[in-house]
């Protein structure tokens, strides 16, 4: 049981080079997230899947396109890389039970993303 | 916006004694908290979540949540050098078909030994 897993683990880009960056969960969860992490800046949700064929845009969507492949794969696209994008991307994933919120969300081990 | 904030440290407490996490958040449509706890390099990992008004305590760890005064807290007694982290608070509520977590920017905790 590998949980959530991404890849890569590191990626160095030139601007505008496009990417995708991989996310696969073991854990039969509906829902899947992508945040970015920056210094000073916390996680911040980009997109989310709320269960297989639905995306929807989070707080930071603007330069990304997302893919639910199926259950178990979420993918994260950038079509035109800038160095404002250089960051550290983790993928999540939970199981929605009931009303409240009270899922845990399992994250990857992330991507390191250096655009230059 | 709906923001969760947190004092960004760092805190510096020595081993054996008591370390304080606080955190305010300004949703009131906040439904459940969660404490996860962040190694440099490492991905988030969760250590407590909290639904209610009150008190939960899980080994060393205890959370408050005051729904009232929008306030929660992380309490790690007999700290460790091995608890030395960032801790991420994060309030969870309804999206589309989901929930989506909100978190802070995090405390950074140095236990001395």
């Known amino acids: 049981n590998a949980g959530v897993t991404q890849t890569p683990k590191f990626q160095v880009l030139k601007t505008g080079q496009s990417m995708t960056l991989q996310c696969a969960q073991d854990m039969n969860h509906n829902s899947m997230y992508w945040y970015r992490q920056d210094p000073g800046m916390g996680l911040r949700l980009i997109y989310y899947s709320a269960s297989e064929g639905t995306t929807d845009k989070g707080e930071v969507p603007n330069g990304y396109n997302v893919s639910r492949l199926n259950k178990r794969e979420f993918s994260l696209r950038l079509e035109s890389a800038a160095p404002s994008q250089t960051s550290v991307y983790f993928c999540?994933?939970?199981?929605?039970?009931?009303?409240?919120?009270?899922?845990?969300?399992?994250f990857g081990p992330g991507t390191r993303l250096l655009v230059l | 916006q709906k923001e969760v904030e947190q004092n960004s440290g760092p805190l510096s407490v020595p081993e054996g004694a008591i370390a304080s996490l606080n955190c305010t958040y300004s949703?009131?449509?906040?439904?459940?908290f969660f404490w996860y706890r962040q190694y440099s390099g490492k991905s988030p990992e969760l250590i407590m979540s909290?639904?209610?008004?009150g008190d939960k305590e899980d080994g060393r760890f205890t959370a408050q949540l005051n729904k009232a005064s929008q306030y929660v807290s992380l309490l790690i007694r007999d700290s460790q050098p091995s608890d030395s982290a960032t801790y991420l608070c994060a309030g969870s509520r309804a999206g589309a078909g989901s929930y989506q977590l909100t978190f802070g920017k995090g405390t950074k905790l140095s236990v001395i030994p």
């Open positions: 949703d009131r449509g906040s439904q459940s």
């Open positions: 909290i639904y209610s008004n």
């Open positions: 999540a994933s939970s199981e929605v039970r009931g009303t409240g919120g009270r899922e845990t969300q399992y």
